[in-house]
Nanobody, 126 residues
Framework: VQLQASGGGVVQAGGSLRLSCAAS????????MGWFRQAPGKEREFVAA????????YYADSVRGRFTISRDNAKNTVYLQMNSLKPEDTAVYYC????????????????????WGQGTQVTVSS
């Protein structure tokens, strides 16, 4: 599967952005999907993931309550709604697909995911 992330940009602290991840090549149905981010000089970190069913979600502590991950299997797309953005949310955001199908609980390790997209830059100014 090929993943194309979009929706990044520059926003002031407290603002919102909605990232999209469009998949092509095969369906994402049956696969958990995740969002990760990497800030300059830091390692890539987990942000959020949604189970293949869409009914189970998991978030990093740093974004819980502010970010919401969702999926639309009919559109083969995953979303990340980001509210109350903070300067520390500045990073390149990547989406990725689980390497296996129908996995529960929701995976959070980057090693579990494959098919990384090219990333979209999010910059939050103070």
């Amino acid at each position: 599967v090929q993943l194309q992330a979009s929706g990044g940009g520059v926003v002031q602290a407290g603002g919102s952005l909605r990232l999209s991840c469009a998949a092509s090549g095969r369906t994402i149905s049956g696969y958990a999907m995740g969002w990760f981010r990497q800030a300059p000089g830091k390692e890539r970190e987990f942000v959020a993931a949604v189970a293949w069913s869409g009914t189970s979600r998991y978030y990093a502590d740093s974004v819980r309550g502010r970010f919401t991950i969702s999926r639309d299997n009919a559109k083969n797309t995953v979303y990340l709604q980001m509210n109350s953005l903070k300067p520390e949310d500045t990073a390149v955001y990547y989406c990725a697909a689980d390497s296996g199908t129908f996995r529960l609980p929701v995976p959070t390790l980057s090693s579990t995911f494959v098919s990384w997209g090219q990333g979209t830059q999010v910059t939050v100014s103070s």
